[in-house]
């Protein structure tokens, strides 16, 4: 009878260059759709129309591009804070009713997704104009007519209607995993409700409002159609100019340096945020 020889165990240097081979492909796309595409904008706001830094200085020498780039980041910051206000009350239900409702509440939060984003635009334009529905049912109540349309406003209430389920479901998914045990412990030691919800809730749901908070700012910081179609010259972003550059002025140069701008200081603003949320988080006890 023969013996079935036991198999050799792989070495951790074998099991970690197989693991790279199976991730080859995803890093090849990775390559392909986002770094090839990033370096290409890059170099090109470095070469055209000529080898320099004239692209940037034409950026940095005009306050209108100033005034857009701060305007740009205030937005996303509206936009942000928006969503957290409209976001946590509407998480926190999620992750205490029963299945049911709770089925139903997460269909409100993804069924938005089926639709594009250009068409919730559009929509957003008939219930924001003079003669919208908002408006009607104001003056049906007793009050003036507000413009909302081609306002800084309405840019925001368009954006935050588009970005809120990227804040409700990071927020949903820490809520669902606090013990609500803790909450029952606060209040038998004498806590209020609102100095429990204060000390102990609100610290255990920070995590997903900074994930969510994160996610909804950086993608307001490039969104294009909404402020486009809601908002006026008043309320132009950056994204706007770049349009402008690239495909009606067909700069490349500029258009680049602009998207390289946005995102160096996008980056640079994360590098400061993200040592302070992580402080704060492992002050609250999250890191355990």
């Known amino acids: 009878m023969s013996m079935i020889q036991p198999s050799t165990p792989k070495s951790p240097k074998a099991v970690q260059r197989r693991s790279f081979l199976l991730t080859l492909p995803a890093l090849a796309l990775f390559i392909c759709v986002?770094?090839?595409p990033l370096a290409i904008i890059v170099l090109r706001s470095f070469t055209e129309p000529a080898l320099g830094l004239q692209n940037y200085q034409w950026f940095f020498s005009g306050d209108v591009n100033i005034t857009i780039l701060a305007r740009t980041f205030n937005t996303a910051f509206w936009v942000t804070l928006c969503c957290v206000i409209t976001a946590y009350p509407f998480a926190f239900a999620m992750s205490?009713?029963?299945?049911?409702?709770?089925?139903?509440?997460?269909?409100?939060?993804?069924?938005?997704f089926l639709v594009s984003g250009v068409i919730r635009t559009f929509a957003w334009v008939i219930l924001l104009q003079d003669s919208g529905l908002i408006n009607h049912a104001l003056m049906s109540l007793g009050f003036d007519k507000v413009r909302l349309i081609r306002t800084q406003l309405g840019v925001n209430i368009g954006m935050t209607q588009i970005l809120l389920p990227f804040m409700v479901m990071p927020l949903y998914s820490v809520m669902r995993s606090i013990d609500m045990r803790l909450l029952q412990a606060a209040s038998s030691l004498g806590g209020s409700p609102i100095g429990i919800f204060f000390q102990v809730y609100l610290p255990l749901s920070l995590p997903g409002v900074a994930a969510g908070a994160l996610t909804v700012f950086i993608l307001a910081l490039g969104f294009y159609i909404t402020p486009l179609l809601l908002g006026g010259p008043a309320s132009t972003l950056l994204s706007t100019l770049i349009q402008q550059q690239v495909l009606s002025l067909l700069n490349w140069g500029r258009g680049g340096a602009m998207?390289?701008?946005?995102?160096?200081?996008?980056?640079?603003?994360?590098?400061v945020v993200a040592p302070l949320l992580k402080r704060k988080y492992d002050a609250t006890g999250g890191s355990k």
């Open 34 to 36: 986002m770094i090839a």
């Open 96 to 112: 205490v009713v029963g299945p049911r409702l709770r089925t139903l509440m997460m269909l409100c939060v993804m069924v938005p």
């Open 259 to 271: 998207g390289v701008v946005l995102l160096v200081a996008t980056m640079a603003l994360l590098l």
